[in-house]
Structures are given as structure tokens and as C-alpha cells.
């Protein structure tokens, strides 16, 4: 178990619609990263935040948003949803910034129908 | 932009056998290098990372990587596979900014 920890663990939608997938860092890390894996793209880097701030985005479409919270926990909210968003998508954390090692969570299943 | 290449798709091995999963990188500056293995369903699990010093960096499960400068490369290995160790693992880059960039993934077969 690395402590990270995602909800839902699965999610079926329609087409057009809005989820919210949510993220509990490991206790005392303060950097939350969101990464998607897929099929044919891979693992894909979305987007980081540190201590509530973003600081670094990757291949994340418009209607993807995220945000860390005071508390830090953090959210990826997916809109217009579409058939190839369909992936895993895992959040991770780490202490802070550089080398650190980054620990990810389970993940979460999203299958858009 | 830093990069990774995973050469081969899938790696067969009897177990008891050694076990080497190739990895080749790509980076501006000094090369922050991590492996993580994925079981089916389950997320990634961190096995190891070289950040300086030692080439031959070890981590859990067995587990070893030699970072080689000069081939820009970062290969695991396990002296004596396991059936347990079959599985999908992941190079991953960084040049210190902590957004890893990830290899495909290699899948790794331990056949009885």
C-alpha cells in the first residue's frame, strides 16, 4: 500500500457527461501529480500541484481541470466526456519537488459509454 | 523533453534464471531514473531510483539497476526470477523537476 488513495476505484458514465475523481496524498507530502494511462498512449502526465498551487502541466486536454485543496487533497474533473477518455487514471504523490520519489495510488477505472 | 525507450515488448524468462529489462533514456542535464512494476489491476509500485553516486543502485523484491552514462542506460535485473515477478514494469526519466516521463512498459513473463 503506498498511501495514496483514490476514489472511485471504477466508473462507467455516458458520453457528454462530468466526473470528479478524488485524491488523498501520503500523509506529510505536499505534491499531487495526476497522470493518465491508456492503451494506446501510455502513462501520460497530466498535471502537478504543490501545496495548493499547479506547477506543472503535461498533456492535459481543456476539459480536464484539476485543483488541490487546503487540506491536500486534490480532484481531476473530466467534462464533455468522450469514448477515448476511457483509461486509468492514477494520482500520485511526493514530498515536495525534484528527485523525490513519487508514490501512486491504485488508480481509477473510467470507462465513458 | 525527456524520454524513455523500452526496446522489447515483452520479456520471457524461465524462472530461476536471470532476468534483465532494458531501458534506455533521454534527458537534458543530470538523468533522475526510476523503475516501477504494475500488477494487473493495481497501480504502479516504486522499486527503485538512481539520483547519483553508486552506478549499481538496489531496491525491493531482489531488484537491482546499473545506471551507465556513456549508454545512456538504465537496466534492471534480478539475479534468480521468480514466477512472482511477472508483470509490467515502467522506466521512467526525470531532469529533476519531478514530471517523470515514462517508457511503454515492458511485460516481463517468469515461466515455471
Known amino acids: 500500500d503506498s498511501g495514496v488513495t483514490q476514489t472511485p476505484k471504477h466508473l462507467i458514465t455516458a458520453t457528454g457527461q462530468r466526473v470528479t475523481l478524488r485524491c488523498s496524498p501520503r500523509s506529510g507530502d505536499l505534491s499531487v501529480y495526476w497522470y493518465q494511462q491508456s492503451l494506446d498512449q501510455g502513462l501520460q502526465f497530466l498535471i502537478q500541484y504543490y501545496n495548493g498551487e499547479e506547477r506543472a502541466k503535461g498533456n492535459i486536454l481543456e476539459r480536464f481541470s484539476a485543483q488541490q485543496f487546503p487540506d491536500l487533497h486534490s480532484e481531476l474533473n473530466l467534462s464533455s466526456l468522450e469514448l477515448g477518455d476511457s483509461a486509468l487514471y492514477f494520482c500520485?504523490?511526493?514530498?515536495?519537488?525534484?528527485?523525490?520519489?513519487?508514490?501512486f495510488g491504485e488508480g481509477s477505472w473510467l470507462t465513458v459509454v | 523533453a525527456q524520454s524513455v525507450a523500452q526496446p522489447e515488448d515483452q520479456v520471457n524468462v524461465a524462472e530461476g534464471n536471470p532476468l534483465t529489462v532494458k531501458c534506455t533514456y533521454s534527458?537534458?542535464?543530470?538523468?533522475?531514473l526510476f523503475w516501477y512494476v504494475q500488477y494487473p489491476n493495481r497501480g504502479l509500485q516504486f522499486l527503485l531510483k538512481y539520483i547519483t553516486g553508486d552506478n549499481l543502485v538496489k531496491g525491493s523484491y531482489g531488484f537491482e539497476a546499473e545506471f551507465n552514462k556513456s549508454q545512456t542506460s538504465f537496466h534492471l535485473k534480478k539475479p534468480s526470477a521468480l514466477v512472482s515477478d511477472s508483470a509490467l514494469y515502467f522506466c521512467a526519466v526525470s531532469d529533476g523537476n519531478n514530471r517523470l516521463a515514462f517508457g511503454k512498459g515492458n511485460q516481463v513473463v517468469v515461466i515455471p
Open positions: 500520485a504523490s511526493s514530498v515536495g519537488q525534484g528527485a523525490n520519489t513519487i508514490y
Open positions: 534527458v537534458s542535464g543530470n538523468p533522475y
